[in-house]
């Protein structure tokens, strides 16, 4: 028996999207698939929807209203990293719990704004003075949200990043730095005649990370990315290091690169590291937002309707919300699941907290549309 159209999100059929995002496989760069449905599924319920391009096979969806002043959008990224198990990666559920790879990142939130969008429409309002924007590549170089705030333009942004339902204002910085060493490639057996690259690396690191204890306590490091030379029964002619670094919003990112290339070159100076070549791949700055303006008090509103505690965290990641707010919209970060659980073999979402998502994603736009003349 279908679902009756009342105002309000319906779970039964955002249980029935969410388990068929998550069954399309969608790592980085082959998100065609996903796309086709979702634009398939939106057109099909009479939202406008448009393919935005990216390149050449992948875009993103945007709905946004014709004619209609967009103060807000709602953007989810419909990529993931690949699958641990091609054989077993898809939708799963044990009670609450729904698993499968995206789930928390971000799949949950994608199938929650567009059910909260449809909800909205469905309750008479065309005129939603919001889009919805479903991007691609937020887990390589974020090129979808690149292009996105290319050619739409809007002062907010909810991006749908798993925060267990707590409202970011704050985001970290990242810096992916890379790191090379070099030397001479020779037998095995003459190892003690010239530098090795790799031991040469692995001194440099333990420079490079005891700098970042020491100086800068408050960076996150991951060394993702640690590799050689094909070199067999030999000395390999380079090593590779790559480490991301998350950095608090308010940290001197110039400062950091900077003391960065000090390291490197201090080491090559006293001769304990030769052929050694540091760069900056990513750079995003950091943010925090002030607990004022209109959307922050529709926030405040809708978490005390739903009797939700108001306590602005900072998220921990990169997303593509540094990339909106270098393209000066103020983006809030606020979605189901858990960062902890993203990217990992068992990743998992409470479904009731994707309900909980659609539901305050449906408040804020009914909020907008009962009173956008006074959004700021």
């Known amino acids: 028996m279908p679902e009756p159209l009342l105002p309000g999100v319906k779970p039964d059929r955002l249980r029935r999207l969410l388990r068929r995002l998550v069954d399309i496989y969608s790592p980085t760069g082959k998100e065609e698939e996903i796309l086709d449905y979702l634009y398939s599924y939106l057109r099909r319920h009479g939202l406008p929807v448009v393919r935005q391009p990216v390149d050449d096979h992948r875009y993103n969806l945007v709905v946004a209203p014709p004619e209609t002043d967009i103060r807000l959008a709602l953007i ?30 971000m799949k949950g939130g994608c199938a929650a704004m567009v059910e909260a969008y449809r909800s909205v429409w469905e309750a008479g309002y065309s005129r939603i003075p919001a889009a919805l924007a479903l991007v691609v590549g937020e887990e390589w170089d974020g090129d979808g949200a690149q292009r996105l705030v290319k050619e739409f333009h809007f002062p907010w942004a909810i ?64 060394i993702r990315e640690l590799t050689s030379a094909q070199a067999g029964f030999a000395v390999p002619e380079r090593c590779d290091t790559w480490l991301d670094l998350h950095l608090p919003p308010t940290a001197p990112v110039g400062d950091i690169m900077l003391e960065l290339e000090e390291v490197i070159l201090r080491r090559q100076e006293e001769d304990t590291v030769s052929g050694a070549t ?13 607990e004022k303006g209109f959307l922050v008090q529709v926030l405040r509103d809708v978490f005390s309707r739903h009797s939700l505690l108001w306590a602005p965290q900072v998220f921990r990641s990169h997303s593509d919300a540094n990339l909106i707010w270098a393209a000066g919209v103020k983006p809030i970060i606020l979605g189901c699941g858990r960062l902890e659980e993203a990217h990992t073999p068992d990743e998992s979402v409470s479904f009731g907290q994707v309900c909980r998502a659609a539901s305050i994603y449906f408040d804020v736009l009914r909020s907008l549309c009962l009173d956008h003349e006074t959004f700021g």
Do not use: W
Not at 278 to 285: A, G, Q
């Open 278 to 290: 540091l760069r900056f791949t990513t750079v995003h700055s950091g943010y925090q937002l002030p």
């Open 76 to 105: 989810g990224h419909v990529d993931t990293v690949a699958a641990y198990d091609l054989e077993d990666y898809g939708f799963g559920q044990d009670g609450d719990r729904v698993t499968g790879l995206g789930t928390a990142d």
């Open 159 to 222: 991006v749908g990043e798993p925060t267990d339902l707590v409202p970011c204002l704050g985001h970290f910085g990242y810096l992916e730095v890379g790191i090379s060493t070099s030397g001479k490639r020779m037998h095995a057996s003459l190892a003690d005649r010239g530098a090795n690259p790799i031991q040469a690396m692995l001194h440099l690191l333990l420079t490079v990370l005891e700098y970042l204890e020491g100086r800068r306590p408050d960076v996150i490091y991951n």
